[in-house]
């Protein structure tokens, strides 16, 4: 198989990983497996401690399942990119509010070599987690006010930076000093990437309503975290990507 870089390098033969992030989700991971296996050649459901039978489904249903380090998302996330052999990594939640059958539109502009990193956009493709409460309203200032940040520093037009519903390449992801434990992982996958000279795209995808379960995220407490994760990180300075990526 033609690899990252190679002269003969054939896009559509990369193999596809996909990662579902999964904490107590026994009434949807077995479908989601299901759903997920035919769109790539391997999947690794990372098991987040659940105390349910989430772990047994998924292996049931044909999933790889490996427990992640325990502290948090973004962990998980690191963990699993030594666990996958996919030249192309995605990466998605397991509580049914992402749909597998736009797999295929996040993957494309990597394959076509157009970009590195490709995140599902809410903003482009709605949402129906949308609620009139005061956590939804802080949720929706914060996720644009961050993207409005970014775009700004860094002169791109980005539309979603917080989905956690994207692919990137793994060799690009592997290079990126990621070291939030926490779901802001997700934002600083995103302005890593950008700071390291590799591109970053947003395709329309839909947000469900999670099928199952409740939400691990405590709005009230993590925001502020978001926003010390944001400046922290918006504030470093852009550097070459190493010679070694792939072009």
């Known amino acids: 198989m033609s690899r990252v870089g190679s002269g003969s390098h054939d896009a559509s033969r ?19 497996v299901e ?38 998302k973004g962990s998980a996330v690191r963990a699993s990119l030594k666990l996958v052999s996919g030249e192309i990594v995605v990466f998605m939640d397991a509580d049914g509010s992402h749909d597998p059958a736009d797999i295929p539109k996040l993957i494309e502009p990597i394959r076509g070599r157009r970009a590195d990193l490709v995140v599902g956009s809410r903003f482009a493709g709605g949402s129906d987690e949308l609620a009139v409460n005061a956590g939804q309203l802080i949720r929706t200032i914060g996720n644009i006010s961050m993207n409005i940040a970014i775009n700004k520093r860094f002169g791109v037009e980005l539309t979603d930076t917080l989905n ?35 591109r970053v795209a947003n395709v329309p995808t839909h947000e469900y309503v999670r099928r199952y379960g409740r939400s691990h995220i405590n709005i009230w407490r993590e925001w502020p975290i978001f926003v010390w994760c944001l400046l922290r990180n918006l504030i470093q300075p852009r550097r070459r990507r190493p010679s070694s990526d792939a072009e």
């Open 14 to 32: 990369e193999r596809l990983s996909a990662v579902i992030l999964a904490r107590d989700e026994e009434g949807t991971i077995g479908p989601l």
């Open 35 to 72: 759903a997920v296996l035919p769109l790539a050649d391997e999947v690794l459901v990372m098991d987040g401690h659940s105390t349910d039978r989430t772990a047994e489904i998924a292996r049931a249903a044909g999933a790889r399942v490996e427990r992640d380090p325990g502290l948090g």
């Open 164 to 198: 956690g519903f994207r692919a990137i390449r793994r060799d690009v992801v592997l290079a990126l000093p990621l070291r939030e434990n926490r779901h802001t992982m997700e934002q600083e996958m995103v302005i890593q990437t950008i700071r390291l000279g590799y």
